[in-house]
């Protein structure tokens, strides 16, 4: 089974800000990697595929790196709505894997 | 446009079983990867199942031999039977339409899912 581990647990910006979010997987995934975004209440949405291809509508501030066992998520620019929770996954294998998640809060 | 409901959470007393289902709209079921994941109260996402267009199905270890995803046609609705429920199992359960390989790209609002005596 592939553990993703994400860092940090949380982190606290503020808007305007750019900021990094890091998963790792415990073995290579080559690109199989999405992210999502979840907001308090609300179901979980796709952000980026590929490691690197937004989903439709995502805006263009976010991007994604990485291939193999290290992956990054980008905001280049921090809006309010962007406040949430973030997930990696891997679809490399089964069992597909998600990480533990990373709070982006407000500082 | 896709639309993805849940249905048929509740509380249940454990080793009692649920079926959850999934009405699907904008979209044919048969002819798409369907897939389960559930996240506990306050903690991250678990996938738990998955089905595919040819039939072929996956779950977790967790739940192996326990749950079954299946889906009627004619109904365009995914399901989850879950028997032997653990207080584990407790969690909104989403489902979700695959699209870019094995990624979930559209989900349902959820439904929660309690085991407690």
């Known amino acids: 089974e592939i553990v993703m581990t994400q860092s940090p647990a949380t982190l606290s910006m503020s808007p305007g800000e750019r900021v990094t979010l890091s998963c790792r997987a415990s073995?290579?995934?080559?690109?199989?990697l999405a992210w999502y975004q979840q907001k308090p209440g609300q179901a979980p949405r796709l952000l980026i595929y590929?490691?690197?291809t937004r989903a439709t509508g995502i805006p263009a501030r976010f991007s994604g790196s990485g291939s193999g066992t290290e992956f990054t998520l980008t905001i280049s620019s921090l809006q309010s709505e962007d406040f949430a929770v973030y997930y990696c996954?891997?679809?490399?294998?089964?069992?597909?894997?998600f990480g533990q998640g990373t709070k982006l809060e407000i500082k | 446009e896709v639309h993805l409901v849940e249905s048929g959470g509740g509380l249940v007393q454990p080793g009692g079983s649920l079926r959850l289902s999934c009405a699907a709209s904008?979209?044919?079921?048969?002819?798409?990867?369907m897939s389960w994941v559930r996240q506990a109260p306050g903690k991250g996402l678990e996938w738990v199942s998955t089905i595919y267009s040819g039939g072929d199905t996956y779950y977790a270890d967790s739940v192996k031999g326990r749950f079954t995803i299946s889906r009627d046609n004619s109904k365009n609705t995914l399901y989850l039977q879950m028997n032997s429920l653990r207080p584990e199992d407790t969690a909104v359960y989403y489902c979700?339409?695959?699209?870019?390989?094995?990624?979930?790209?559209?989900w349902g609002q959820g439904t929660l899912v309690t085991v407690s005596s």
């Open positions: 073995q290579s995934v080559s690109t199989n």
């Open positions: 904008g979209f044919i079921v048969s002819g798409n990867y």
């Open positions: 979700a339409r695959g699209v870019f390989g094995g990624t979930f790209g559209y």
């Open positions: 996954q891997q679809y490399q294998n089964w069992p597909y894997s």
């Open positions: 590929g490691a690197s």
